[in-house]
């Protein structure tokens, strides 16, 4: 990334806002609905969008992507860089300069003391921290002033922008969160549901699981924005009433990921009271494939941690079951022109996309041979085959929702066609997307054979993203559940290729390595990618400012939101 690129992508974000706001809070208040409620204010402890994005809009990183996936400044005063002297030569360190005069929401500084916590915070080695990967290169942080922080590395590293950088990365408050450490953070219930922030908006009351008050912050650091004074910020339900709710009634101003079939848009837009915002980034829709025995049988200690599965690593099990998915017909039942079949760990950008060219057919013949080769047969006549005497019968398990259920009907079907028994299961997004540690039913435990949701980055480089499937990143009752690779995933080379890419400069090299490693998810059966999904949300015709962004939170820019008169 050049500094050009950089300054660009500032100048853009500066233009995004409209010409003058009147006055902070003087459009009133601004409706959000997000149909998967958040449960938690804390990104730090749970790995669920709904509850990173709705975060976002209170806690803020140092730095921010823009809509075409630009780093912009955001708490600093520039991008560090090697051309501008924030980066040193030999890649070792990172300088932050804090834009002077930044307010925390109870009107104290905003220090380097702060920023050097966060990191203490997502590290502790008692914790458990779900964006642990974006401080994976992070030997120590120092704050010689209060403005300046450098970031030291533990070797050359290329890409230095994870730590501190995305809404996944937020800055929290050391003075709230200092008896928060280790095996506390998750018990700091007034903290993780209250945090004090830098963003335009500040908790009113946060009822989990369904509501969110928020007000305009009056320490924001420009006068007059945001230009809404409230915020409610409504959760649960499903994305039909979401969507019907933001373009047919008219009752809320911004409904997010309308996971919906083309036709039911379609018939929302007609409505007449608002629009669909929609773009391509790296999201994807997957089946995750369980590396650990979720068996009941097993104590919670054993339960989704001991390995292996009874039969998901055998190369011809995993392998049917992706030729028996017709991903073509899943794109048009789904989302239409929202959709692209894929089976690329990593999507988008597209430098990092590594699709077999056989991904979009389905065979469903080829697969049932494929067993048949590998002696995985039904000996018993009961139409199941069986793998070392184990029947092929699995739990497959998602969350509520109308096409993630129609998913499941289909591919239930088509694994029944080659011989598995399939159950199905859905849960409530807020519960399976949340992050309580208590809970059996979070898609961190993973209590079942096979998971279906979608993930995503920020940004445009897939390094900590990729990181998140190391062996040592796994969700286990010792990290109180917290950890990204959900599929409990392990592999030698893998592990090796992703050091080789953090120590790697030269772009073309870091995009070969990169497609190495999604090679590897796809041939050595990590996870079943299915679609490559665009972000498709809506706002009414009497909301302005929104510009979607597919590289950081939908929400990265409602302190710019304002009400068309």
């Known amino acids: ?20 706001f009147a006055e902070r809070g003087a459009d009133g208040e601004v409706k959000i609905i997000y149909w998967q409620a958040p449960s938690i204010l804390n990104p730090f402890l749970s790995g669920g969008t709904k509850d990173v994005e709705s975060a976002s809009m209170i806690i803020e990183p140092l730095a921010r992507f823009d809509q075409d996936g630009n780093l912009v400044p955001w708490l600093v005063t520039e991008i560090p860089t090697v051309e501008n002297g924030g980066v040193t030569e030999d890649l070792m360190q990172i300088t932050w300069k804090i834009t002077p005069g930044l307010k925390w929401s109870d009107g104290t500084d905003f220090t380097s003391e702060d920023v050097a916590f966060t990191y203490e915070y997502c590290t502790h080695p008692e914790g458990g921290c779900a964006q642990l990967t974006k401080f994976e290169p992070v030997a120590s942080v120092e704050t010689p002033d209060e403005l300046t922080v450098v970031v030291k590395f533990k070797e050359a590293t290329p890409y230095p922008y994870t730590a501190f950088v995305g809404g996944e990365s937020p800055i929290l408050q050391k003075a709230q969160f200092a008896n928060c450490l280790g095996a506390a953070a998750s018990t700091c219930t007034e903290q993780n549901f209250n945090p004090i922030g830098t963003g335009p908006f500040v908790v009113d009351e946060f009822k989990p699981n369904d509501t969110i008050s928020m007000s305009a912050n009056p320490n924001y650091r420009d006068p007059a924005k945001p230009a809404f004074a409230k915020v409610t910020f409504k959760g649960g339900g499903d994305a039909a009433a979401a969507g019907t709710a933001v373009m047919e009634t008219g009752e809320y101003d911004y409904a997010w990921n309308l996971q919906l079939a083309p036709d039911v848009i379609a018939k929302m837009e007609a409505g007449g009271k608002g629009v669909t915002v929609a773009g391509f980034g790296p999201l994807m829709e997957r089946i995750e494939l369980n590396h650990t025995n979720p068996s009941p049988d097993l104590g919670p200690d054993e339960r989704s941690v001991i390995r292996p599965h009874p039969f998901l690593q055998d190369p011809a099990v995993y392998k049917a079951m992706s030729m028996a998915i017709d991903r073509p017909l899943l794109v048009e039942v789904g989302y239409g022109k929202a959709g692209k079949p894929t089976c690329s760990y990593v999507p988008a950008p597209e430098a990092y996309a590594n699709d ?95 998971e279906m949701y979608a993930n995503t980055f920020n940004g445009t480089d897939p390094q900590a993203y990729l990181a998140n499937n190391l062996c040592d990143k796994a969700p286990t009752p010792a990290t109180q559940w917290q950890g990204e690779n959900i599929t409990r995933f392990c592999d030698e080379e893998y592990d090796a290729l992703w050091l080789e890419l953090s120590k790697t400069s030269d772009i073309a090299k870091r995009e070969e390595i990169g497609k190495q490693m999604v090679g590897i998810i796809y041939e050595k059966g990590m996870q079943i990618p299915i679609v490559h999904r665009g972000r498709l949300s809506a706002h009414s015709n009497t909301l302005g400012g929104v510009v979607l962004n597919v590289w950081d939170s939908e929400l990265w820019n409602v302190a710019d939101w304002y009400r068309v008169k």
């Open 356 to 450: 077999p060219e056989d991904c979009a057919v389905q065979d469903i013949e080829g697969a049932k041979k494929l067993l048949d080769d590998a002696g995985i047969v039904d000996t018993d006549g009961d139409g199941i085959r069986e793998k070392d005497g184990v029947p092929l019968s699995i739990l497959y398990q998602t969350s509520t929702n109308a096409v993630r259920q129609d998913f499941q009907a289909l591919i239930k079907d088509w694994w029944e066609q080659i011989g598995m028994s399939v159950e199905l299961r859905n849960i409530d997004g807020s519960v399976f997307f949340g992050g309580d540690a208590g809970s059996p039913d979070t898609f961190q435990k993973f209590y079942a054979d096979v």
């Open 1 to 20: 990334m050049t500094v050009k690129s950089l300054m660009l992508g500032a100048a853009a974000a500066l233009a995004l806002a409209p010409a003058a």
